[in-house]
């Protein structure tokens, strides 16, 4: 058979086979959210969905909110299903959203590919009126109207933490969420993040409605989720810790950009891409958190194996921690200059009323009056 025609048909064999493939595929290409789970006990109800992207067109665009918007609509016709088939409807009202993998209860959890499970606890709000529930269920779901979700970490120190005692949130981050919800009339409710690639996350299948968590100004950033003006101006730090010795030390960049240094960073942080973009001789050490920081570098230097133990991290955060050194480098003390701190949101409408309590002023104070009777780590 003459080659030009058996590659026609080559051509159109797989031709062919895509299209097939795409036919009985949809969910290859189309974004899917099932219900996996839901048990109703009294007037609370839990669910869980699992919100999948499409396969080979996952835009993680600020701009597209098809997840979120499947998610809810999901959520939604669950409650309207099981509405309309009780004698007596109910009204449900979220109380809280989580992702599965940032649960704390479920430590087993084992992510699904590019998936993700959503957890969802309603609660039931009887209404006498019957016809005021055929309304109420659906449209006051997501009580968009009262409450602000707002997505922080916790042992973040001074920044944003859960009492032990009292299990109320408290700190810089928790008293800025509670500013700008009150400046848009809301109620701040305080989503637990566990790691930092989640503050993201968590924005795209709303589960969260900001985030406030330490976020530098990136360009990476600001495609993927909208950013608010600068609430707090820093910079990148070296440090170590040794008690008792001199206020600070100086190194030069050669000396660091060495393989007998060891430089511990959070996982995924500006701190990690300074590294590796600087120092990419020196070995690095990753913590899920700042807070996890000193007792690592501690355990580090416990280890006659290891030389020089350092850390990086955000200025705000290593001067005040007890017995750290700074670190210069090249005689200056900022590794970076000027990394601005803002907001993240996955909703555009939010912006202008974020922005709003920036431009009045005092949050960065804030930030610093919190730290004053802070105990570390």
Same mark, same amino acid.
């Given at each position: 058979m003459n080659n030009k025609y058996l590659g026609h048909i080559v051509i159109f064999l797989v031709a062919t086979l895509f299209v097939y493939i795409f036919s009985i595929s949809p969910s290859l290409t189309k974004a899917k959210a099932v219900v996996t789970y839901q048990q109703e006990k009294g007037d609370e109800l839990l669910?869980?969905?699992?919100?999948?992207?499409?396969?080979?067109?996952?835009?993680?665009?600020? =701009? +597209? /909110? &098809?997840? =979120?918007?499947?998610?809810? @609509?999901?959520?939604? @016709?669950?409650? #309207?299903?099981?509405?309309? /088939?009780?004698?007596?409807? =109910?009204?449900? #009202?979220v109380q809280a959203i989580s992702l599965d993998s940032e649960n704390m209860i479920k430590e087993d959890y084992v992510a699904d590919g590019r998936c993700n499970d959503l957890s969802t606890k309603l609660q039931n709000k009887i209404e006498n009126n019957q016809s005021k529930v055929e309304t109420n269920y659906i449209s006051q779901l997501f009580q968009d109207d009262s409450i602000l979700r707002v997505g922080v970490r916790d042992k973040q120190g001074f920044i944003s933490k859960i009492d032990p005692k009292t299990r109320?949130?408290?700190?810089?981050?928790? &008293?800025?969420?509670?500013?700008? !919800?009150?400046?848009?009339?809301?109620?701040?409710?305080?989503?637990?993040? =566990?790691?930092?690639?989640?503050?993201?996350?968590?924005?795209r299948y709303g589960v969260a409605d900001l985030t406030i968590s330490l976020i530098s100004h990136t360009r990476e950033r600001s495609e993927i989720a909208y950013l608010s003006n600068p609430y707090y101006t820093t910079g990148l730090v070296l440090g170590t810790f040794l008690a008792g010795e001199e206020e600070h030390m100086s190194l030069t960049r050669s000396d660091l950009n060495s393989a007998k240094n060891t430089i511990v960073a959070v996982h995924a942080s500006n701190s990690v891409k300074f590294?590796? +973009? +600087?120092?990419?001789?020196?070995?690095?050490?990753? !913590? +899920?958190?700042s807070? &996890?920081?000193p007792a690592y570098v501690n355990e580090l230097m416990a280890d006659p194996s290891r030389?020089?133990?350092?850390?990086?991290?955000? &200025?705000?955060? !290593? /001067?005040?921690?007890?017995? /750290?050194?700074?670190?210069?480098?090249?005689e200056k003390r900022l590794l970076t200059n000027n990394d601005e701190y803002v907001v993240a949101t996955g909703d555009i409408k939010l912006l202008e009323g974020i922005n709003r309590v920036i431009a009045r002023g005092g949050v960065d104070k804030l930030y610093l009056r919190s730290t004053k009777n802070a105990k570390y780590p």
């Open positions: 669910v869980r969905i699992k919100v999948c992207p499409p396969f080979w067109f996952d835009d993680n665009s600020s =701009k +597209n /909110s &098809e997840l =979120k918007t499947l998610y809810r @609509q999901t959520l939604t @016709q669950l409650i #309207k299903d099981k509405s309309t /088939s009780n004698v007596t409807p =109910k009204t449900w #009202k109320e949130w408290m700190g810089a981050a928790i &008293e800025f969420g509670r500013l700008i !919800a009150k400046e848009m009339g809301k109620t701040a409710v305080f989503t637990r993040l =566990k790691s930092l690639d989640s503050r993201f996350t968590s924005l590294i590796q +973009n +600087n120092f990419p001789k020196s070995n690095i050490v990753t !913590a +899920n958190t807070s &996890e920081i030389e020089n133990i350092y850390f990086i991290t955000d &200025e705000l955060i !290593a /001067s005040r921690w007890p017995n /750290s050194r700074i670190v210069y480098l090249n």
